[in-house]
């Protein structure tokens, strides 16, 4: 398929070179020149501006917006919005609050435009390992992106299918699901974060238990010294706890046994506010996914090796940097 994308940061440009990668023809823009440079060398073509990306797609015409959530995608979709014709698709597929989905889906629809959300998982590993797609929008122009989504995403691999699962139904065993009408893929994204924070923080303070076992303040024949780094690697192989997040922890603690280039300091994306805001408004108790948040909050006074190992999980997966 032909698709424009604007945004060639760090996910963009790796989804770029995914696509074109799977035989997609990308069409691109990016405020920076440099980043645009980079693409074209990696087989994207490269426009001058937003209205020449549109001028180059063919009708029906469809635009991936990879940037910064709030005022940024905002106004590309608004632009987009001007640009495109009816039967066109806006595709954002950054961390927008489910309801900015709605309201601009009704903003579009006025002009016979589509819109479609696409939570999207992977961070800076996802043009090597695929990216997890949570989709919202019409069925049948989510439908008709499945190829651009069928790439993206990793793919059935070497994970086993839930029992009982019938493919025919579903695509989500390929690692991309329709979710439901427009603002539902951000949602589901929403959640996952919100779930990601919790299970995060849940490795950060069990890391700090087993690390302060040695402390002089316990009896002497109380007092353990482990190697962090060997326990998440055992843990990787046939435990319960085990996941993605493990081994990234095990890279942190591999790299760097004291976290020493992290200070600790743990920002939030902005999800994990809107899972709890969300957990508010339906009366859900969400006691660990609140205090996972919150947990950031303080992160931000006093640091732990627990926020530091934190701040390196970040890094891992998503290449954050700490704030100063």
């Known amino acids: ?22 035989g997609h023809d990308i069409v691109a823009w990016d405020r920076s020149a440099a980043a645009l440079q980079t693409a074209a060398g990696d087989g994207v073509t490269a426009s001058a501006s937003l209205d020449d990306l549109a001028a180059q797609l063919r009708s029906p015409r469809a635009v991936w917006v990879m940037v910064p959530a709030g005022d940024p995608t905002e106004q590309t979709v ?17 961390n927008t609050h489910y309801k900015d989905d709605v309201r601009r889906a009704r903003l579009l629809a006025e002009r016979g435009i589509h819109y479609v959300d696409v939570g999207t998982s992977g961070g800076v ?20 992106m499945t190829p651009i989504f069928r790439t993206l995403a990793p793919g059935e691999g070497s ?42 923080q849940s490795y950060a303070e069990g890391f700090d238990i087993l690390r302060n076992a040695s402390s002089e303040a316990l009896p002497a024949e109380h007092r353990y010294e482990f190697d962090l780094a060997d326990i998440a690697e055992v ?10 997040l493990l081994d990234l922890a095990g890279n942190a603690l591999r790299e760097d046994p004291a976290l020493s280039r992290f200070e600790g300091r743990v920002a939030d994306s902005g999800e994990g506010r809107w899972t709890v805001a969300a957990a508010i408004e339906e009366s859900v108790p969400a006691d660990v996914l609140t205090t996972a948040l ?15 190992l934190l701040s390196a999980l970040r890094a891992q997966f998503g290449g954050h940097v700490e704030p100063r």
């Not at 398929?1 to 945004?7: D, F, P």
């Not at 949570?134 to 439908?143: A, D, L, Q, T």
């Not at 303080?298 to 627990?306: K, P, Q, V």
Request: charged share 20%; with cysteine.
């Open 235 to 244: 843990w990787r192989r046939g435990s319960v706890v085990s996941s993605w």
């Open 159 to 200: 994970i086993p299918a839930t029992r009982g699962l019938d493919r025919s139904a579903t695509t989500a065993h390929e690692g991309f699901v329709h979710c439901g009408p427009a603002g539902a893929g951000h949602f589901v994204k929403m959640i996952h974060n919100g779930i990601e924070y919790g299970l995060m």
């Open 1 to 22: 398929m032909q698709l424009g994308l604007i945004g060639l940061g760090r996910m963009g440009a790796n989804m770029a070179r995914r696509l074109i990668g799977g």
């Open 125 to 144: 590993w996802g043009a090597e390992r695929g990216y997890c797609l949570m989709i919202g929008g019409e069925r049948p122009v989510v439908e008709r």
């Open 78 to 94: 608004a632009a987009l919005g001007a640009a495109l014709q009816a039967g066109d698709v806006v595709i954002d597929g950054g």
């Open 294 to 308: 919150f947990a950031r909050f303080r992160s931000r006074r006093d640091h732990t090796f627990a926020e530091k």
